[in-house]
Nanobody
Framework: QVMLQESGPGLVKPSETLSLTCTVS??????????WNWIRQPPGKGLEWIGY???????YYSPSLKSRTSISRDTSKNQFTLHLNSVTPEDSAVYYC?????????????????????WGQGTQVTVSS
């Protein structure tokens, strides 16, 4: 059973960088055909896919967030990290990490649902001064 756990600060100031880490257990970041995603849900809105890092280390980001986003990984710790810079209050949301497989990529990137793959429980991030 793959388990994912998000961690990071719950409060970030505007213009700063939001950094969240996802710790994975029961699975490996380098497992063939696995993709490790970040998704968010602003209050009162639907799920929004942010980006992923694949099993080979390649990354792919949502076009709307690409200029502010980077995802990296530490395979020795089985963790991957989201960095979102120049945040504004509109970036306040519950942030989730999730694992998907190649066959689930289209769903995860276009219309993510919590029934696709394995998800962490989510962590609230508020952007406020």
């Amino acid at each position: 059973q793959v388990m994912l756990q998000e961690s990071g600060p719950g409060l970030v100031k505007p213009s700063e960088t939001l950094s969240l880490t996802c710790t994975v257990s029961g699975g490996s970041l380098t497992t063939y055909s696995s993709y490790w995603n970040w998704i968010r849900q602003p209050p009162g809105k639907g799920l929004e896919w942010i980006g992923y890092i694949g099993y080979s280390g390649g990354t792919y980001y949502s076009p709307s967030l690409k200029s502010r986003t980077s995802i990296s990984r530490d395979t020795s710790k089985n963790q991957f990290t989201l960095h979102l810079n120049s945040v504004t209050p509109e970036d306040s949301a519950v942030y989730y990490c999730a694992r998907s497989q190649f066959s689930q990529i289209r769903t995860m990137t276009s219309s993510p649902t919590k029934t696709t793959g394995y998800w962490g429980q989510g962590t609230q991030v508020t952007v406020s001064s």
